[in-house]
């Protein structure tokens, strides 16, 4: 199992950049394909980026050129890089870890941290 943790979530303005961690404790981190997911109110959640366990790496068209996704394997740690904030980012941020080939669907994750909120005003 893994244990997923969220932090660095806060307010900026747009055109801002903030970092989300995901810290994980657990068994064979390295070995999880990790996700990040966003879920902004009255909307369902969706995709924003995932990495493989040896950092291949893809991205919502959304934030594609805007956000970076890393891990470092040593750490147990995921990191969301996020630049040029629009409001339409605005959403609960969460991290997810699960099994087998690349997926972007929530269901193909297994674990799930608590959230962290991101708001970005114009």
């Known amino acids: 199992q893994v244990q997923l943790v969220e932090s660095g979530g806060g307010s900026v303005q747009t055109g801002g950049s903030l970092r989300l961690s995901c810290a994980a404790s657990?068994?064979?981190?390295?070995?999880?394909?990790l996700g990040w997911f966003r879920q902004a109110p009255g909307k369902e959640r969706e995709f924003v980026a995932a990495?493989?366990?040896?950092?291949?790496?893809t991205y919502a068209d959304s934030v594609k050129g805007r956000f970076t996704i890393s891990r470092d394997n040593a750490k147990n740690t995921m990191y969301l890089q996020m630049n040029s904030l629009k409001p339409e980012d605005t959403a609960v941020y969460s991290c997810?870890?699960?099994?087998?080939?690349?997926?972007?669907?929530?269901?193909?994750?297994?674990?799930w941290g608590q959230g962290t909120q991101v708001t970005v005003s114009s």
């Open positions: 997810a870890a699960g099994l087998g080939p690349f997926a972007t669907t929530p269901m193909s994750y297994g674990y």
């Open positions: 990495i493989t366990w040896s950092g291949g790496s």
């Open positions: 657990g068994r064979a981190f390295s070995t999880y394909r």
